[in-house]
């Protein structure tokens, strides 16, 4: 027993450990419940009181030593993975979050909005949700035009002879301006609007616009002509020119389709307007006596002027982006290009 104990005593003090899985390996060959100390400790107890007395004490000590060295290899194990890693550096700078960056078709819609505030218009907004009237029946569309068409519009409801749809432009909001506002009118309407088209890079079947719509006395086609040209100067420089083509609306009589010169090229031919040096902005007219009447205003003492335009399309020439698709995606690889950080 004396040698065992001598020899368990030497083993402790040379014991050496590198893992933790060693350290508790350790435990169990020597501490265990059929670790050696204590099968000795077994043996111990068979021995008669006067052999107890000698060995007793060793005993004893030897557990100890045992304990003591596992706990120290336990603890100086457990601080060396501690400080295997980085200590934390309390002086390093916090770490930056990114701001967001406003989307960049908000960023034009704010201009725009801001361009007409500074002519004295109101900004009015309605429902995207609407009922057909409001989008088609109030604004001269005949019953079968084909504006009306399941492949143009999106229905919430049919069947009913005021079906809600989703509004397909934000001309809507000027009818219930008209009906609810005093003349004279100057409002813009900036909106999200839906069409039930195929997407591609030059359509989608959601996109933005910003409508206007001025009614007073003596409104006439040179007042809408100079607005226009006004807007197209403020928003793409003092070199822009317009050129109005007729077209047709059945709200509007005469209705224009409005082109400004091309940025890109400067009017030489570029494959952005294809070779014509003209780029189209916008749709406007007169409002057409019908609509004034069907809103309860008298046509023969008023006049109006309209227009509309995509946003996207503005964003695109702004930014000459030729896929419409991209302000859709929201990949932020494209969206932080337009603004670093939100003003605050
Ligand atoms: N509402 C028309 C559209 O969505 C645009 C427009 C507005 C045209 C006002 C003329 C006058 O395309």
């Known amino acids: 027993?004396?040698?065992?104990?001598?020899?368990?005593?030497?083993?402790?003090?040379?014991?050496?450990?590198?893992?933790?899985?060693?350290?508790?390996?350790?435990?169990?060959?020597?501490?265990?419940?059929?670790?050696?100390i204590t099968r000795l400790f077994e043996e111990f107890r068979e021995y008669p009181s006067e052999r107890k007395k000698e060995f007793g004490r060793a005993l004893n000590e030897l557990k100890q030593a045992a304990a003591a060295k596992i706990e120290e290899l336990k603890s100086?194990?457990?601080?060396?993975?501690?400080?295997?890693?980085?200590?934390?550096?309390?002086?390093?700078?916090?770490?930056?979050?990114?701001?967001?960056?406003?989307?960049?078709?908000?960023i034009v819609r704010q201009e725009v909005v801001d361009l007409f505030r500074?002519?004295?218009?109101?900004?009015?907004?309605?429902?995207?949700?609407?009922?057909?009237?409001?989008?088609?029946?109030?604004?001269?569309?005949?019953?079968?035009?084909?504006?009306?068409?399941?492949?143009?519009?999106?229905?919430?409801s049919t069947g009913h002879p005021n079906p809600l749809l989703l509004r397909t432009h934000t001309s809507s909001v000027q009818v219930r301006v008209m009906e609810s506002m005093k003349l004279p009118i100057r409002v813009i309407c900036p909106g999200r609007v839906f069409?039930?088209?195929?997407?591609?890079a030059r359509a989608h079947c959601i996109f933005h616009q910003v409508e206007g719509l001025y009614i007073d006395e003596h409104v006439t086609f040179a007042d809408l002509k100079q607005a226009i040209l006004l807007f197209a100067r403020e928003m793409f420089g003092p070199d822009a020119a317009i050129r109005m083509r007729p077209s047709f609306f059945p709200f509007t009589e005469p209705s224009s389709e409005v082109?400004?010169?091309?940025?890109?090229?400067?009017?030489?031919?570029?494959?952005?307007?294809?070779?014509?040096?003209?780029?189209?902005?916008?749709g406007c007219g007169m409002v057409d006596p019908n609509v004034l009447e069907a809103s309860g205003i008298?046509?023969?003492?008023?006049?109006?002027?309209?227009?509309?335009?995509?946003?996207?399309?503005?964003?695109?020439?702004?930014?000459?982006v030729n896929d419409l698709r991209h302000y859709f995606e929201n990949d932020l690889r494209f969206l932080s290009e337009f603004e670093t950080s939100i003003e605050v």
């Open 195 to 200: 069409r039930n088209e195929a997407i591609s």
């Open 118 to 156: 500074k002519f004295g218009y109101d900004v009015a907004e309605g429902p995207e949700i609407e009922d057909d009237y409001h989008v088609f029946g109030a604004l001269n569309f005949p019953l079968n035009h084909p504006a009306r068409d399941m492949q143009d519009t999106f229905f919430v």
């Open 298 to 320: 008298d046509s023969k003492k008023y006049s109006g002027f309209a227009f509309g335009m995509g946003l996207e399309r503005i964003a695109m020439l702004k930014w000459q």
């Open 259 to 282: 082109d400004v010169n091309c940025n890109i090229c400067k009017g030489k031919g570029c494959n952005v307007c294809k070779g014509t040096g003209w780029l189209e902005i916008l």
């Open 1 to 36: 027993m004396k040698e065992k104990i001598a020899q368990l005593l030497a083993q402790v003090s040379d014991l050496k450990c590198k893992t933790a899985k060693e350290v508790e390996e350790a435990r169990v060959r020597l501490l265990g419940k059929k670790g050696e």
């Open 76 to 106: 100086s194990i457990g601080s060396e993975t501690e400080s295997a890693g980085p200590k934390e550096d309390l002086s390093m700078p916090g770490t930056p979050f990114e701001l967001g960056s406003r989307h960049p078709v908000s």
